[in-house]
Nanobody, 124 residues
Framework: QVQLVESGGGLVQAGDSLRLSCVASGGAFSSYAMGWFRQAPEKEREFVAATSRSGGGRDYADSVKGRFTIYRDNDKNTVYLQMNSLKLEDTAVYYC?????????????????WGQGTQVTVSS
């Protein structure tokens, strides 16, 4: 059983940057593709970014391409989401997830484990 704990969320202004972290425990971290999803109020959870087991493969939602970067440190059992040039519409709860695929995986139903989420609020 893999446990995922996100951190790094907060309240920022539009144009600012944030880095989210997700630490995994209870499993072989390098055996999982990792992803980030988000859910805004009254909206469905949506894909943000994903990385393969090795970190060499990455995929992004069109809405964050060029602004967000996903990367992982398998020695630290951690996946990160660097978010730059934040916009109001990036406001959401951000979740990390682990999938037993080589990856990257963009479909939420293919993920086996989920974190509790961290709130990101972007103000004008």
């Amino acid at each position: 059983q893999v446990q995922l704990v996100e951190s790094g969320g907060g309240l920022v202004q539009a144009g600012d940057s944030l880095r989210l972290s997700c630490v995994a425990s209870g499993g072989a971290f390098s055996s999982y593709a990792m992803g980030w999803f988000r859910q805004a109020p009254e909206k469905e959870r949506e894909f943000v970014a994903a990385t393969s087991r090795s970190g060499g493969g990455r995929d992004y939602a069109d809405s964050v391409k060029g602004r967000f970067t996903i990367y992982r440190d398998n020695d630290k059992n951690t996946v990160y989401l660097q978010m730059n040039s934040l916009k109001l519409e990036d406001t959401a709860v951000y979740y990390c997830a682990a999938a037993t695929w080589y990856g990257p995986v963009i479909r939420s139903y293919e993920y086996n484990y989920w974190g509790q989420g961290t709130q990101v609020t972007v103000s004008s």
